[in-house]
């Protein structure tokens, strides 16, 4: 991996799910000192568009921008296009969307100025193995999982988003190269609607490279108090700067 791709000395992105662009810059001025970045989707992308992520990336936080292309070749690689225009350092599409639409996404961005990660997701963590066949897929989500993981990165992806419970076997698989970015990441008791957790220790410890923390921070009381106890957390572990 080129030494000129973007790196993160700090594993704990914060997920900034909401559409009004003056309470998300108010957020993460308070998150700023305790994050490696913010993760940044379609609820906030459909409302504020790419001036909006203009001016999230003037806050100085590395963006991720969970954009989760999904169309035929050209159509992403149209959208890569105006990706790479924006401050973003990673961005991610379906690895289901196949070979050459992850090929035309990842020559896009590893021919522009900033170099963005593209970063395949492979099976929705939403998803259940009843919904898997009813789509008419076959096997576990984990084998689905590592299938869709080995495709992406044939296709020069350089990572996945996984959930928690696969970063273990996807390192194990993939060896100590691609970035493993991980949600559905839970400091302590609360679940909210994520069924299968780790804590952030356990996560970095296993080989995510980043952890997207969402209400776990947000929706503390003290969100800044939260993401430090996060950040103080990964001290020591292995993986975490
Ligand atoms: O609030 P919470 O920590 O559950 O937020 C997790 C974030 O990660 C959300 O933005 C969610 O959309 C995203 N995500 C996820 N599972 C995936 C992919 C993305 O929870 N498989």
Do not use: W
Not at 45 to 66: E, W
Not at 100 to 105: E, P, V
Not at 137 to 161: K, P, S, W
Not at 182 to 192: F, I, L, T, Y
């Amino acid at each position: 991996m080129s030494e000129t791709r973007p790196t993160f000395a700090n594993p704990v992105f914060c997920a900034v799910d909401r559409p009004d662009l003056d309470g998300a810059i108010d957020l993460v001025r308070v998150l700023q000192p305790h994050l490696g970045g913010i993760k940044l989707g379609l609820e906030f992308f459909t409302a504020q568009g790419p001036d909006g992520i203009r001016r999230m990336g003037g806050l100085g936080l590395p963006i991720f921008l969970d954009a989760k292309l999904h169309d035929i070749p050209n159509t992403v690689a149209g959208a890569m296009r105006g990706v790479v225009g924006l401050p973003v350092a990673m961005v991610t599409l379906h690895a289901a969307g196949g070979s050459a639409m992850m090929r035309a996404a990842v020559e896009i961005a590893d021919a522009s100025a900033r170099r963005p990660l593209v970063l395949a997701v492979t099976v929705l963590t939403s998803l259940d193995e009843g919904d898997l066949v009813a789509t008419g897929q076959r096997g576990t989500a984990t084998e689905q999982a590592l299938r869709l993981a080995e495709l992406a990165l044939a296709a020069g992806c350089h990572g996945i988003v996984c959930s928690p419970m696969e970063v273990a076997v996807m390192r194990r698989e993939f060896g100590g190269v691609p970035r493993l970015v991980v949600p559905g990441v839970r400091p302590n008791s609360r679940q909210d609607d994520q069924k299968r957790t780790l804590d952030p220790a356990e996560a970095v410890g296993a080989g995510a490279d980043i952890v997207v923390i969402g209400r776990p921070i947000t929706a503390e009381p003290d969100p800044a108090a939260a993401a430090l106890a996060i950040r103080a957390s990964l001290d020591g572990v292995a993986g975490a700067a």
